[in-house]
């Protein structure tokens, strides 16, 4: 289970230039490491001045119970079906009969006010997995069990199908559910050649593409965009595919803008 959207509470330095956060109007956050915002003062000045959310881990009621009231929203449940449409073998749902709707009961409780997500990831490209989602959120809505949004972590990379996304942004918003684009980041090195160099244009135009596409969601569902972490150096694609040559964020390994925020934040200027 992870907490998502708090506020951040780190004093903001006053910056000139245009920023990514103010061309949209929903929270844009990333997920962040403690460790690395005590330790790492460009990390930390980015975390404080670029975004409006954060993202950590936690546990369901102790966790919810003792940030009641300061958390906007929580990832109740993450993961929970494969590829195939089926149930995830695990502790969970091999010990705890219908785990997922007591999940969200038990966050309800914990905390009445929290908006509470189903979070996944691959439902591009994978049919019967969202169907199954879709399915869960009909089930649970009959049942009145609490569920306010759906995450989708959208790890996708510069090959990823633009019909496909498309396809479960629109499923998505169909269920009436607040959407949140939880854990983003674009690969553009899929296929980990050992000899690729660094090129912008298509991870570019699929950020913006992806950001477009969100801002066709009703206003009221568009919960916000976070970022996989911070910036190139600290993206999990390297350490757990070991592929060292990825750069699937907006700010590069010396935490500076890379052309994509520039051009992102530019192209969000212009309405659809």
Do not use: C
């Amino acid at each position: 289970m992870k907490l998502i959207a708090l506020l951040l509470g780190l004093s903001t330095l006053v910056n000139a230039q245009s920023l990514l956060k103010d061309a949209v109007s929903f929270r844009l956050g990333a997920s962040v490491n403690p460790r690395m915002l005590v330790e790492n003062e460009a990390y930390r000045n980015i975390a404080s001045n670029e975004f409006t959310s954060l993202t950590a881990e936690n546990h369901i009621q102790a966790v919810v119970t003792r940030y009641k009231g300061q958390v906007s929203g929580w990832d109740v449940v993450n993961e929970s079906f494969l590829d195939d449409g089926s149930l995830r073998p695990s502790l969970w749902a091999d010990h705890i009969p219908d785990y997922i709707a007591k999940s969200f009961q038990w966050a309800h409780e914990a905390d009445p006010n929290a908006l509470l997500f189903y979070n996944d990831y691959g439902q591009e490209g994978h049919p019967k997995k969202m169907q199954a989602i879709l399915d869960l959120v009909a089930d649970l809505k009959k049942r009145k069990i609490p569920i306010h949004g759906l995450g989708l972590q959208m790890h996708i990379n510069v090959d990823s199908k633009r019909t496909e996304i498309s396809r479960v942004m629109e499923q998505s918003a169909q269920t009436g559910l607040a959407i949140h684009f939880s854990e983003l980041d674009i690969a553009v090195n899929p296929k980990n050649n050992p000899e690729y160099s660094y090129e912008a244009s298509a991870q570019n135009e699929l950020f913006a593409f992806v950001f477009k596409e969100y801002r066709v969601i009703p206003a009221k569902q568009q919960y916000g965009i976070t970022f996989w972490n911070v910036s190139d150096k600290d993206t999990w694609l390297r350490g757990y595919f070991k592929r060292p040559k990825e750069y699937p964020l907006l700010f590069d390994d010396k935490y500076a803008k890379k052309s994509g925020y520039t051009s992102l934040t530019n192209a969000l200027k212009t309405p659809n």
